[in-house]
């Protein structure tokens, strides 16, 4: 079983090294023999955390050698197809964000070549991604949560915003980048919603492995057995030339032997994967200090006098940020039926079973606005799920996209098969 006390350890030592050799690497100054012993250290400490590097990076240096710019990681298979298209189309045609996206999925048969074509033809500055072809899936034999950061770690972005594919935002995702604690530490987290007061596993696990924590781990739900869950992973915004050693340690927490032996054991999934490794090297991280509220209408499936829908963050103005867990009043249970986007409400006291919140004394209504927008989001699934039963079919044709002046002057011909400007034949 992996020691956690004992990956902490090297994980500290590995910043260290890194950040000492990190000026001498980029001097072009690493083979200089009075750096070999201290190099070939590293290179050994580097292979035994991270195999799975290997052979795609060189090492780590070279994570963000080729990065740059901004843009949306989202990860998808097969099934949570019918969520990412509908939240992409959001993206660009109700939220109107151009940030590039890449769409991760895992292995050749986790997206199907016809869902990887609609997806890179109906949205401009969109590529799919297999993380298989970049990170050695012999060490990690990904599966479901463990995919997330490690495609944040491989995107071609310098700073990135993960999205889960059933999360919605009411405004551009592109403020994200703009929040001051993002721009303080090159991080922002959301805090989840409060569940399971009494929970001490959180805070006896935390304490039998760091040897040394960030006073907001004191502040935590966790540390005060508040809450069994502190993060919400449904959004996630990393700067990785600022934080990389952090993104690292959260990668490896997520690691075939360490999440199942470790920290899938201790924790729901990837969600606080991000926060405590960032803690086990001492990377700064920021929360926006609100936690999770509910999106929905009164007493949609509960008591009449309470919220009930999906999980809803809010922004530093305290405003409707964004949502998760779909269109749907529970996806998992009623496949056709959408919510209600009247109320939204803050509160700490859940109802877990109807996902509503008890408290009542701060229930708002949407605005006009907000109504239309998430309007808008149904409509585009509506027409989305049209699209999915021609590809289940095998009758989808893309849409074509071209430039028409580049046509006629005999540049460019439609590919009928991709739906793509192609080189026109002489």
């Known amino acids: ?70 843009g949306i990681v989202i990860c998808i298979g097969n099934h949570q197809f019918q969520y990412a298209a509908t939240t992409i189309r959001a993206i660009r045609e109700v939220l109107k964000s151009t940030l590039p996206i890449e769409v991760f999925y895992i292995r050749e048969n986790d997206l199907t070549p016809a869902r990887r074509l609609y997806l890179e033809t109906e949205f401009e500055n969109l590529v799919t991604r297999q993380v298989v072809s970049r990170i050695n899936d012999r060490y990690t034999r990904f599966g479901g949560w463990a995919l997330k ?158 919220v009930c829908g999906n999980q809803l963050h809010f922004g530093v103005d305290r405003q409707p940020l964004w949502f998760n867990g779909g269109l749907l009043r529970d996806k998992n249970q009623w496949p056709d039926r959408y919510l209600k986007f009247t109320h939204y409400a803050e509160g700490n006291d859940w109802e877990f079973g109807t996902s509503c919140i008890k408290d009542t004394d701060r229930i708002r209504e949407f605005t006009a606005e907000e109504q239309k927008i998430a309007a808008k989001f149904v409509e585009l699934d509506q027409l989305r799920r049209k699209d999915e039963e021609k590809i289940q079919q095998g009758l989808w044709k893309p849409t074509v996209h071209f430039d028409k002046e580049k046509e006629k002057e005999g540049v460019v011909e439609i590919d009928p098969l991709v739906g793509k400007e192609v080189p026109k034949e002489p």
């Open 1 to 70: 079983m992996p020691d956690f006390t004992s990956l902490t350890t090297q994980e500290r030592t590995f910043k260290v090294l890194f950040q000492y050799l990190d000026p001498i690497v980029a001097a072009g100054e690493i083979y200089e023999p009075q750096y070999k012993d201290v190099w070939t250290f590293y290179l050994q400490l580097e292979r035994t955390l991270y195999p799975w590097l290997k052979p795609y990076y060189q090492n780590a240096f070279h994570l963000t050698n080729s990065t740059e710019g901004r």
């Open 149 to 306: 950061p490690y495609a944040v770690l491989t995107s071609s972005f310098s700073e990135v915003i993960l999205m889960d594919a059933d999360s919605y935002f009411f405004k551009k995702p592109d403020m994200l980048f703009d929040d001051a604690g993002y721009r303080k530490t090159g991080t922002l987290f959301f805090y989840d919603r409060t569940l399971f007061s009494g929970w001490e596993t959180g805070r006896n696990w935390l304490s039998s492995f760091l040897p040394t924590m960030s006073s907001l781990v004191e502040t935590t739900r966790w540390w005060n057995f508040k809450s069994a869950h502190e993060q919400e992973s449904g959004v996630v915004v990393i700067n990785k030339k600022r934080s990389l050693l952090g993104l690292l340690a959260t990668c490896k927490m997520n690691d075939k032997k360490e999440r199942d032996q470790v920290t899938y054991k201790h924790v729901h999934g990837d969600k606080e994967t991000f926060w405590v490794g960032y803690e086990m090297v001492q990377t700064p991280y920021s929360f926006i200090k609100t936690y999770g509220g509910v999106i929905g209408g009164l007493g949609d499936a509960g008591d009449p006098s309470m």
